[in-house]
C-alpha cells in the first residue's frame, strides 16, 4: 500500500512540476511579446515622425519647382522680346520700342 501511495505521489508530484513548467513557459512568452510590441510601438512613433518629416520635404520640393518653372517661363518671355528687339535693331526698324 505504502508504495502505491509513493508512487501516486511522485506521479502526481511530476505532473504538477510539468503544469508549473509550462505556465512559467507561457508567462515568459507573454512578457516577451509585450516587451517586443512595446518596442515595436516606439519604432512606429519614429517611422510616423520621419514620414511626416519627408513629407514636408517633398512639399518644400514640389513649391521650389512651380517656382522655378514660372520664373523660367518669366526668362523664356524676356528673351523673346529681346530678339525681337535685336531683330529689329539689325532690320533699322526701333520705332516700336
Do not use: C, H, P, Y
Not at 517656382?67 to 524676356?78: N, R, T
Request: net charge neutral.
Amino acid at each position: 500500500m505504502m508504495e502505491l501511495l509513493i508512487n501516486n505521489i511522485g506521479s502526481v508530484s511530476t505532473i504538477i512540476v510539468f503544469l508549473v513548467g509550462g505556465v512559467a513557459f507561457v508567462q515568459s512568452i507573454r512578457f516577451d511579446v509585450n516587451r517586443l510590441d512595446l518596442r515595436l510601438s516606439k519604432f512606429e512613433k519614429e517611422i510616423e515622425k520621419e514620414m511626416e518629416s519627408l513629407r514636408n520635404v517633398i512639399l518644400q520640393l514640389a513649391r521650389q519647382e512651380g517656382k522655378v518653372a514660372a520664373m523660367e517661363q518669366v526668362v523664356i518671355q524676356q528673351g523673346l522680346r529681346l530678339d525681337r528687339f535685336i531683330q529689329s535693331v539689325l532690320d533699322g526698324k526701333t520705332e516700336r520700342f
